[in-house]
């Protein structure tokens, strides 16, 4: 995927608007630990796969929701259960 890439003579907010769309879908070294999580135990809750991954600092809960926002992660909520499964998205499927 090419850089979006604003004129030098582009208003302040184009330059804004082309930095943002260039690091969207970059992964942070934390939310990639917990896709490689979620891809290696999909269908588990966030508490599981901490225990799974000996995650003692709580990296994968906290970038679930990030995660879920930047569409690489779907929750579901199934009957009688307050935790949510956790599933890898790939290009808006469930896998």
Known sequence: M???TARRN???TSHRAADRMNTEDRLTEAEQFTLDAIAEYP???A???ERLKNDIEGV????IATLVRKGKVRK????NCRE????????????
């Open 2 to 4: 090419q850089d979006a």
């Open 10 to 12: 582009d208003p302040i």
């Open 43 to 45: 269908g588990r809750t």
């Open 47 to 49: 508490k599981q796969l």
């Open 60 to 63: 994968i809960h906290r970038r």
């Open 76 to 79: 579901e909520y199934p009957k």
């Open 84 to 95: 949510a499964l956790l599933y890898l998205m790939i290009k808006d499927t469930l896998f």
